[in-house]
């Protein structure tokens, strides 16, 4: 299970850009991993827009985006044109990487318990270790949080 202080799990993954993104080529960067249920869906899009809307404060602080889902490429790249998202969402299809960083669980879903993807935001420090783990995200307020948090590092 993924804790803050440990080094944050290596990874490698398809990426709307064409390219593959792995967390060790990031090393000397903070890196906004977010992990979002699913492209174009009001809560997705909303957190997305923010985001990108907050992408230069976050360069300011050392600090690269990076969005995760199920979803595949083709629909990363649809998605990112549509809002016109200036970085990059990764594909992670069989969700290793969703399960490795607590993303993936039990979600109540209008009363019925399901297996999905858990709203999750974790911040990794320059160092490769996780500095940050926010939990079942709520969209509104939250991009704000992440800044202030990156503010303490």
Request: glycine share 8%.
């Amino acid at each position: 299970m993924i804790e803050e202080g440990k080094r944050a799990p290596a990874f490698t993954l398809a990426s709307s850009d064409g390219d593959k993104v792995s967390l060790s080529k990031l090393k000397g960067q903070n890196v906004v991993l977010y992990f979002y249920p699913r492209d174009n869906t009001p809560g997705c899009t909303t957190e997305a827009n923010d985001f990108n809307k907050a992408l230069k404060k976050l360069a300011k602080l050392d600090a690269v985006v990076l969005g995760v889902s199920k979803d595949s490429i083709e629909s990363h790249c649809k998605f990112r044109d549509k809002y016109k998202l200036k970085f990059p969402l990764l594909s992670d299809p069989d969700g290793k990487v969703l399960e490795k960083y607590g993303a993936w669980g039990e979600k109540n879903m209008y009363g019925k318990k399901m297996m999905g993807i858990i709203r999750t935001t974790i911040i990794i420090g320059a160092d490769g270790k996780v500095k940050k783990i926010f939990p079942k995200v709520r969209v509104k307020g939250h991009v704000d949080k992440v800044i202030e948090a990156l503010k303490e590092l």
